[in-house]
Each structure stands twice: as structure tokens, then as C-alpha cells.
């Protein structure tokens, strides 16, 4: 029996099946389906039929997580840990910051609740089409 001829898979598509991307990372499927049991990030779509479908920025993980692992030997709880600092890094808002905008917004609800104690101005159209506050 012969082997067919691998056909060349763009990198420019918005998705990809687990063979495209085992393919283009050099790795066996069950590789990345072990990995996605390992790490929380990568996590593909699944379309109607269950099949996984892989983005381009899941195609950037894997080929990240295969350098780490292959080339610079991280091991699985590294490479949990280099993702795991950089997304905090990334996302994270410092405590501090959390009670400062905390605080401000206190302070606008109290603003409001005084405002609210004060008798609204009422609006009364005049003849003319004009408009007049009154207290």
C-alpha cells in the first residue's frame, strides 16, 4: 500500500481540525488531547458533530506549549505555571486598585442618594414652546 502525498496546510485559515494541528506541530493527536486535559487554556471548540476545531490562537498554544516542553524541557507543571503567571500578569487588577474603584463608586451611589433627597426641578412648557425649571 501506498502512502498519499501530505498536502501543505495553510497557517492563514480561522480553523483547523486535531489532524491539521497535530500535522503542523509535528505531534501525534493523542499528544494534544492529552494536553488539553492537562491545561486549563487550551481548550478547543467542539462543532455539530463533536470534532474538535481548533482556532488559530489555539494553534499559537500548542506550538508554544510543544517549544516549551520539547525544546527548552519544561515540564507539565512549568509550562502550568509559565501560563499561569503570564495570564495572571496579563489580566490581573492589584487588590489596591479593586478598593480604590470601590471606594469611588460609594461615593457616586452616596452622591446620588443626596441628590435624590432634594426636590426635583420640574419642567413646564410655556406658550411660546419654550421650557421653564421650576423648583
Known amino acids: 500500500m501506498r502512502s498519499s502525498p501530505r498536502k501543505k496546510i495553510s497557517t492563514e485559515r480561522l480553523f483547523y481540525k486535531i489532524g491539521e494541528i497535530s500535522e503542523i506541530a509535528k505531534i501525534e493527536p493523542h499528544v494534544l488531547r492529552y494536553w488539553e486535559s492537562e491545561f486549563s487554556f487550551l481548550k478547543p471548540r467542539k462543532n455539530k458533530t463533536g470534532q474538535r476545531v481548533y482556532t488559530r490562537k489555539d494553534m499559537e498554544l500548542v506550538l508554544q506549549i510543544r517549544n516549551l516542553l520539547y525544546k527548552e524541557k519544561y515540564t507539565i507543571a512549568g509550562v502550568r ?3 499561569g503567571e503570564h495570564s495572571l500578569r496579563k489580566n490581573s487588577v492589584s487588590m489596591h486598585t479593586i478598593h480604590e474603584v470601590k471606594k469611588k463608586l460609594k461615593d457616586i451611589l452616596d452622591i ?24
Open 81 to 83: 505555571k509559565k501560563f
Open 112 to 135: 446620588m442618594n443626596k441628590n435624590d433627597d432634594k426636590p426635583k426641578p420640574r419642567i413646564v412648557n410655556k406658550e411660546d414652546g419654550s421650557q421653564m425649571h421650576l423648583l
